[in-house]
């Protein structure tokens, strides 16, 4: 039984305005795939987290609720659709992620870059955030997105290296590092990002080499959140942390060198996504 502070509720309502205009362009979010418990939250205050290059993924990560199989052919007008959402929601932050496509000879990597710059195009003065897969750790598609210069670029570790085989499938945990080193060393002026989620028997000690090796590669970024499971098919949920418990791991992400961090039970990695950089870098300005 999830402990009460878990007992957040999804009022549809708050959904429908989103909701019609993404059915209207045709348009996937993680918010819907992954099951987020802040959908209606997110949504109501216009908040709204792109997902691309289709909805189904071709990893068969134990942790996650985005459907996994074939995926179908990507859609070039995908962007330009993006773009037009944004602009109709006037969004002062857009943030897109993706389904893992390991098929294709880019990575996705091309789609990516080309939503940015049609965002760019329709709302000069936004940021962007872009959330990606590893890419397979292929160095020409990370370039590609490097190029476009989004304000962020996020890369999830999700969990501790000893649960890797466990948990996430056909993904690699010195390869996720090697990539958020990749892209500093590309671009320092290009923020990266992390997100780790907790509950999955992960011991302390193992949270916190994982702090070191994500500032070791100048990760400036972190979300820490409370893993959920989907179902039964999904991983396990070993532990549910407390409130206080994520306080404190909050501070110590800190102490290790994080310009800015959000820890709690509901933080996923585009949660509160806005404020990373209006406070993010304002805090590590001060160090």
């Known amino acids: 039984m999830k402990p009460s502070w878990l007992n957040k509720n ?3 309502k708050d959904c429908q305005r989103m909701e019609v205009l993404l059915h209207g362009l ?7 795939k992954a099951l987020c418990p802040n959908i209606g939250e997110c949504f109501l205050q216009g908040h709204v987290t792109f997902l691309i290059l289709g909805n189904i993924c071709t990893r068969g990560c ?8 074939k995926p ?15 602009k109709r929601l006037n969004l002062k932050h ?3 992620t993706s389904v893992t496509r390991d098929d294709l000879k880019d990575q996705g990597s091309g789609l990516f870059a080309e939503t940015v710059l049609r965002i760019r195009e329709n709302l000069r003065h936004s940021s962007i955030e872009i959330l990606i897969p590893d890419f397979l750790g292929d160095e020409k598609a990370i370039n ?7 304000d962020i670029i996020g890369h999830n570790l999700e969990t501790v290296p000893r649960l890797y085989k466990e948990v996430c499938n056909g993904a690699s945990y010195e390869r996720s590092i090697k990539v958020l080193s990749t892209i500093k060393n590309m671009d320092s002026n290009i923020y990266t990002k992390s997100g780790l ?3 999955m028997g992960e011991q302390q000690q193992e949270l916190l080499d994982v702090f070191y090796d994500l ?7 972190l979300s820490l959140g409370q893993y959920l499971s989907g179902g039964p098919k999904q991983y396990p949920v070993k532990e549910y942390l407390s409130p206080q418990v994520f306080d404190d791991y909050k501070e110590k992400a800190l102490d290790y060198g994080f310009s800015f961090v959000v820890s709690s039970p509901y933080a996923r990695s585009s949660y509160l996504a806005q404020e990373y950089l209006r406070r993010g870098p304002k805090l590590f300005e001060n160090d």
Do not use: Q
């Open 62 to 69: 134990k942790f996650c609720s985005v459907p996994k199989g």
């Open 197 to 199: 989620m907790l509950g």
């Open 26 to 32: 045709n348009l996937n979010t993680v918010c819907h």
């Open 94 to 96: 857009i943030v897109i």
């Open 10 to 12: 999804i009022k549809l």
């Open 72 to 86: 179908a052919e990507i859609d070039p007008d995908e962007p330009k659709r993006v773009a037009e959402a944004a």
């Open 215 to 221: 500032r070791k590669v100048e990760c400036d970024f």
């Open 144 to 150: 590609n997105v490097v190029e476009v210069k989004p």
